[in-house]
C-alpha cells in the first residue's frame, strides 16, 4: 500500500476521502475529534503544493440534499483548526464543486457538501455507484484515501473511486493499519479486550475471532445482560437479546475450552427507567448484585465493585483493545463504569487502544487527556470489522 510520501502532489488536485462524519447539535459539532484527525494528512499535503479537495459523508442523508446534514459547520471548523481559509462547495459534483476546485490555488483547501447527497454513493447497484465514481475522479488528479471510519463500506468515494486514479493511503490510515496489526498479528501479552456497547450481536463476530486470541476478554454495557442471562441469571427489565442466548452461552463455553478469561460484573447500577440523557436530571439508581437484578430494574452501569474487578483485570496486561463503553457515560449517575474502564488504560503500562464509537467520544466527553492512551482509533466498525478477520473494501482498493 502506498503512502503519500510515494506521490508527487505538487500543484494537483488530490482528492482527500475524510471521515469528518461528526456529531451536530444543530450546526454546533459536539465532538471534533474525527476532524482533528483528518487534520496532519490535510496539512501535508498542502504544505507539498497540493490543490486539496476533501470529501466526506456525515449522517445518513437519504441521498438527496438536506441541511441537518450540511457539512457546511464541519468545513468552518476544519479552516479554525488549520488556520487558513477552506473553500466549501455547496455540491458534490455539481456546478459549485467543479468552480470550487477550478478555483483552487497550490496549498489551498476546499471541502465538497455531503457525500451522501448523492444516491450514488452508497448504492448496491455496481453502475450507479460507478457513474458517480466517474464524476468524482473528474475533479482530480490523484486520490489519498484517509477516512478510516468508512473503510469498511464499498461506497463510491472508498471504494471505486481509487481505481479510477493514482492512488496512495493516507497518514490517518497508514497509522490506523499499523495499530490494528498489532492487535492481530504480533500481539505483546497478556491481550485483554474489553468490549461494551448496547448489543451483543453487534459484536459477535469480533467475540469469534478474539477467542482465538485474546487471553482475557471483559464484558459490560447493555450487552453484558445476554451473559448474564446465559449464566442463569435474572436480569430484571435490562436490554436483553434472548434471541443471543444460544450464542453466548457458545462463547462462554469455547472461552472455558481455551483457556480464555471472560470477566463479567459482579454488580451494577440499575433504575426504575432510562435517565434523560438532554436535560441530565438527576435519577434514582440502586446499585444491585448483577446475578440477582430486582423485576422492574434495568442495569445501565457496572457497579462499584466491578469497577474495581475490571481495573485490577486490566493492570497485568501488555495489550488493550477497548470498545464499547460500559453503561450510558452520557449520564453522570451512570458515567462511573466507563470512566473507570478510561481510567485503568491510562493507568496501565500497556499498549492501549480505544476501538473508535462512543468508547472515544467518551474518553473525549468524561475529560481524559487523549494522549494518555496509546492510541484512539476514529473507526469503530471498520476496527471491530478488521478484528474479525474481514476484507475491507477501502483498504483493499488502495491495494497496488
Known amino acids: 500500500m502506498?503512502?503519500?510520501?510515494?506521490?508527487?502532489?505538487?500543484?494537483?488536485?488530490?482528492?482527500?476521502?475524510?471521515?469528518?462524519?461528526?456529531?451536530?447539535?444543530?450546526?454546533?459539532?459536539?465532538?471534533?475529534?474525527?476532524?482533528?484527525?483528518?487534520?496532519?494528512?490535510?496539512?501535508?499535503?498542502?504544505?507539498?503544493?497540493?490543490?486539496?479537495?476533501?470529501a466526506s459523508h456525515?449522517?445518513?442523508?437519504?441521498?438527496?440534499?438536506?441541511?441537518?446534514?450540511?457539512?457546511?459547520?464541519?468545513?468552518?471548523?476544519?479552516?479554525?483548526?488549520?488556520?487558513?481559509?477552506?473553500?466549501?462547495?455547496t455540491d458534490t459534483v455539481g456546478e459549485s464543486a467543479e468552480s470550487t476546485v477550478a478555483d483552487l490555488g497550490e496549498g489551498r483547501v476546499a471541502?465538497?457538501?455531503?457525500?451522501?447527497?448523492?444516491?450514488?454513493?452508497?448504492?448496491?447497484?455496481?453502475?450507479?455507484?460507478?457513474?458517480?465514481a466517474d464524476r468524482l475522479a473528474a475533479l482530480a488528479d490523484l486520490y489519498v484515501g484517509d477516512g478510516f471510519g468508512a473503510v469498511h463500506r464499498?461506497?463510491?468515494?472508498?471504494?471505486?473511486?481509487?481505481?479510477?486514479?493514482?492512488?496512495?493511503?493516507?497518514?490517518?490510515i497508514a497509522t490506523e493499519v499499523g495499530v490494528l496489526r498489532k492487535l492481530t498479528d504480533d500481539v505483546e501479552r497478556p491481550y485483554a479486550v474489553v468490549l461494551g456497547g448496547a448489543k451483543v450481536s453487534d459484536k459477535l463476530g469480533v467475540i469469534d475471532h478474539l477467542l482465538e486470541r485474546a487471553d482475557r476478554i471483559v464484558v459490560g454495557g447493555g450487552m453484558v445482560f445476554t451473559f448474564l442471562k446465559a449464566q442463569g441469571h435474572e436480569v430484571g427489565a435490562s436490554l436483553?437479546?434472548?434471541?443471543?442466548?444460544?450464542?453466548?452461552?457458545?462463547?462462554?463455553?469455547?472461552?472455558?475450552?481455551?483457556?480464555?478469561?471472560?470477566?463479567?460484573?459482579?454488580?451494577?447500577?440499575?433504575?426504575?427507567?432510562?435517565?434523560?440523557?438532554?436535560?441530565?436530571?438527576?435519577?434514582?439508581?440502586?446499585?444491585?448484585?448483577?446475578?440477582?437484578?430486582?423485576?422492574?430494574?434495568?442495569?445501565?452501569d457496572i457497579g462499584p465493585r466491578s469497577q474495581e474487578l475490571y481495573a485490577s483485570k486490566l493492570a497485568d496486561a501488555a495489550t488493550v483493545f477497548w470498545n464499547g463503553p460500559m453503561g450510558v457515560f452520557e449520564h453522570p449517575d451512570y458515567a462511573a463504569g466507563t470512566r473507570a474502564v478510561a481510567q485503568a488504560l491510562v493507568d496501565s503500562p500497556a499498549f492501549t487502544v480505544v476501538g473508535g464509537g462512543d468508547s472515544a467520544a467518551a474518553v473525549r466527553i468524561l475529560g481524559f487527556d487523549e494522549e494518555a492512551f496509546g492510541h484512539i482509533s476514529t473507526g469503530g466498525g471498520a476496527s471491530l470489522e478488521y478484528l474479525e478477520g474481514k476484507t475491507l473494501p477501502g483498504l483493499a482498493a488502495l491495494e497496488d
Open 2 to 54: 502506498k503512502t503519500i510520501d510515494d506521490l508527487d502532489v505538487a500543484g494537483r488536485r488530490v482528492f482527500v476521502r475524510a471521515d469528518l462524519n461528526v456529531p451536530l447539535d444543530g450546526e454546533t459539532i459536539t465532538d471534533d475529534g474525527r476532524i482533528r484527525a483528518a487534520v496532519p494528512t490535510i496539512t501535508k499535503l498542502a504544505g507539498a503544493g497540493a490543490r486539496v479537495i476533501v
Open 58 to 89: 456525515l449522517g445518513r442523508p437519504k441521498g438527496a440534499p438536506d441541511p441537518k446534514f450540511s457539512l457546511a459547520p464541519v468545513a468552518k471548523r476544519l479552516g479554525e483548526l488549520l488556520g487558513a481559509d477552506v473553500a466549501f462547495a
Open 154 to 172: 464499498r461506497h463510491a468515494s472508498v471504494y471505486d473511486l481509487p481505481a479510477r486514479l493514482p492512488h496512495a493511503a493516507g497518514d490517518l
Open 111 to 132: 471541502v465538497l457538501e455531503n457525500l451522501r447527497f448523492n444516491a450514488g454513493e452508497t448504492s448496491k447497484d455496481d453502475a450507479e455507484r460507478a457513474a458517480f
Open 240 to 300: 436483553l437479546q434472548e434471541d443471543q442466548i444460544p450464542a453466548v452461552r457458545g462463547y462462554l463455553e469455547r472461552a472455558r475450552e481455551r483457556g480464555v478469561e471472560f470477566v463479567l460484573p459482579v454488580d451494577v447500577v440499575a433504575a426504575a427507567e432510562f435517565p434523560d440523557l438532554k436535560t441530565k436530571a438527576p435519577s434514582e439508581p440502586a446499585t444491585v448484585a448483577a446475578d440477582a437484578i430486582p423485576a422492574g430494574l434495568m442495569g445501565l
